[in-house]
């Protein structure tokens, strides 16, 4: 059983028993991938505007590097939406395969563990990846 807060009343009990959630790998659904692969879109933009803008205003090279902060966001959505998994529900232990904003909590505590070690592995990964981009926009000679 999983249990739900409903608005201004006591939790809520009900089975878990949607077939698509897969502990460690798969933790949202069609509607939830649609708005991380958005996401991740506008945050692709926010980094190439965010870079233009440092070097038109020929900041120094070093102040460059915060093009890595919307550049970890949009490696993060992308990742979500190709993996089908996110890594804040994964860290909380929720599902959702429904609209946007029914999330369901994960009732078995070892489903809880691997979705919260799966999170943790594409935190580092995006973090990884944030940190390249800012390296690279870095040592661009622009």
């Excluded at 692709?44 to 965010?50: F, H, K």
Aim: with cysteine; proline share 4%; hydrophobic share 55%.
């Amino acid at each position: 059983m999983s249990v739900a807060k409903s608005a201004g009343s006591a939790p809520i009990s009900y089975p878990q028993n949607n077939a698509d959630y897969r502990a460690g790998a798969c933790n949202i659904g069609p509607a939830e991938i649609t708005r991380r692969r958005r996401f991740g879109h506008i945050a692709s933009v926010a980094t190439v505007v965010l870079f233009l803008a440092v070097v038109a205003l020929a900041v120094p090279s070093i102040v460059r590097f915060i093009v890595a902060l919307p550049a970890a966001v949009a490696a993060a959505c992308y990742l979500e939406a190709a993996l089908k998994f996110c890594i804040g529900f994964g860290w909380l232990g929720l599902f959702n395969f429904g609209a946007h904003g029914s999330t369901e909590h994960v009732a078995q505590a070892a489903a809880r563990a691997s979705d919260r070690r799966r999170a943790f592995r594409l935190s580092l990964l995006t973090a990884v990846i944030g940190v390249a981009v800012g390296i690279v926009a870095v040592v661009l000679p622009v």
